[in-house]
Each structure stands twice: as structure tokens, then as C-alpha cells.
Nanobody, 124 residues
Framework: QLQVVESGGGSVQPGGSLRLSCVAS????????IGWFLQAPGKEREAIAC????????YYTDSMKGRFTASSDNAKNTVYLQLDRLKPEDTAVYYC?????????????????WGQGAQVTVST
């Protein structure tokens, strides 16, 4: 069974950093694309980035470039999302998801398997 589980969320002050992890099971990274998404309170889910784990290439939504960095470690079957210089408006549930194709897309409807999400809260 294909599954991803996020971890690493929490509360942080503005300007702080967090690193989210997404551990995959039921398949080996290198065959599928993995997406990172966020859903802020009262808003629709947005794409952050997609990692093509076959070659490590990362594609970002334009508005998410600069403070968020996605990466993968195929040996650990894990993808990461580094969140830096966090702002209160970054408060959201962050999800990783599996696209059963190695080609990246930033449309959430292209993803079939979703993690439970990791809450990130940025406040003083």
C-alpha cells in the first residue's frame, strides 16, 4: 500500500525555521513524483513544490520560491521541506502527496495518495 507520513511540524516564532519530513512506504522513491502542499485556515490547498525523485529536480510554485526548499533522500525513502524565515501567514497544515508518475505536476488533482498533514504554527 502506498503511503506517506509527514512529521516535523510544530510552533515557531516569526523568523524561525522548521524542517518537515515525509517518509514514503509501499514503494521506492525514484519512481514517483512527490508534492508538497499547504492549506492555511479558511483557504484552499496550495501547491508548494514537486520533487521528481528520479532525478532530484524540484519545481516550485512561483509564489513559494525563496523561503521554502524541497529535497529528497532516496536512500532513506524520505523527502523534506525546509521552511525558513517563517511568517505568521505561513501558519497552515502542510501535506506531502504521491503522484504515481515520475513527471512533476503542481496540480493537487494529479496526486492520488496523501499524508495526514503536519501543522505548522508561526506566532509570537
Amino acid at each position: 500500500q502506498l503511503q506517506v507520513v509527514e512529521s516535523g511540524g510544530g510552533s515557531v516564532q516569526p523568523g524561525g525555521s522548521l524542517r518537515l519530513s515525509c517518509v514514503a512506504s509501499g514503494f521506492s522513491l525514484g519512481y514517483f513524483a512527490i508534492g508538497w502542499f499547504l492549506q492555511a485556515p479558511g483557504k484552499e490547498r496550495e501547491a508548494i513544490a514537486c520533487i521528481s525523485t528520479s532525478d532530484g529536480e524540484v519545481y516550485y510554485t512561483d509564489s513559494m520560491k525563496g523561503r521554502f526548499t524541497a529535497s529528497s533522500d532516496n536512500a532513506k525513502n524520505t523527502v523534506y521541506l525546509q521552511l525558513d524565515r517563517l511568517k505568521p501567514e505561513d501558519t497552515a497544515v502542510y501535506y506531502c502527496a504521491i503522484r504515481t508518475n515520475y513527471v512533476c505536476r503542481l496540480d493537487e488533482y494529479e496526486y492520488s495518495y496523501w499524508g495526514q498533514g503536519a501543522q505548522v504554527t508561526v506566532s509570537t
